[in-house]
């Protein structure tokens, strides 16, 4: 079960990018609602699925329309990013993206004041890209403000196998352990170095585990191969 309330003050959290868990989706925003109701700005991480971006890292500077109403873009980031050639601009890219198009109304939803500002990442965004990004972000966020990593856990092992990457990999999420995330079975590995080191230098505490579960306790397919996800939030050390 998710947590009655997340102590303390959200800086970020996790979440996936599957509609088969869309309440868990639900449930994570609404408790970060609950303790965070007015951010300014949210980051949204997600991987590059499709690899259809220029670069090992592309952000989205559009608004959006959902909906609940207009989402607007982060303009500022936008510029900041474009300008240190940290990131790349390809707008076209987004529409087709489901880590970041399953919870656009939902940030426009609960955060309908907020801006947005989008970046998929690939597998071989450099560490060099990863800390540029970091330093550069740190300057541009402000108080109240989010980052969220859309991340799926384990793909494509069966159940059991799955559970035990899981053992692996929550740990090193909740104890915001960047550097133990190679060989982890993660869908957006350089996204969650970026996020964890964001957190640390941010000032949060740990991770705290809110819900998890794998599609075959919801699809029924309790013997075929299959995702695993998890919601985490981090709230600022006290």
């Not at 303790?35 to 959006?64: K, Q």
């Not at 869908?187 to 964001?198: E, M, N, Q, T």
């Amino acid at each position: 079960q998710p947590p009655q309330g997340i102590p303390g003050d959200p800086l970020g959290g996790v979440t996936h990018h599957h509609d088969l868990a869309a309440g868990m989706i639900l449930r994570f925003y609404r408790a970060l609602a609950a303790a965070n109701p007015s951010p300014r700005r949210v980051i949204l991480l997600s991987p590059d699925h499709f690899r259809g971006g220029p670069g090992p890292v592309t952000l989205c500077g559009e608004a959006w329309n959902t909906p609940f109403g207009p989402l607007r873009g982060d303009r500022e980031g936008t510029e900041l990013l474009l300008r240190s050639g940290l990131a790349l601009r390809r707008d076209g890219l987004f529409p087709r993206e489901h880590g970041v198009t399953i919870h656009l109304p939902l940030i426009r939803l609960f955060f309908p004041d907020a801006s947005v500002l989008l970046l998929v990442l690939r597998d071989h965004a450099s560490d060099l890209q990863l800390l540029g990004l970091r330093q550069l972000l740190l300057s541009h966020l402000e108080e109240g403000d989010l980052v969220l990593l859309s991340m799926d856990l384990s793909h494509h092992k069966l159940p059991a196998q799955a559970e035990e990457e899981d053992r692996r990999t929550l740990p090193a999420l909740e104890r915001m352990a960047s550097g133990s995330l190679k060989g982890l079975d993660l869908d957006c590995p350089r996204g969650a170095a970026l996020f964890l080191g964001l957190m640390r230098e941010r000032g949060a505490a740990r991770g705290i585990l809110g819900e998890r579960t794998h599609s075959g306790n919801l699809n029924g397919y309790l013997r075929a191969p299959c995702t695993t996800y998890a919601t985490l939030f981090y709230p600022r050390e006290p």
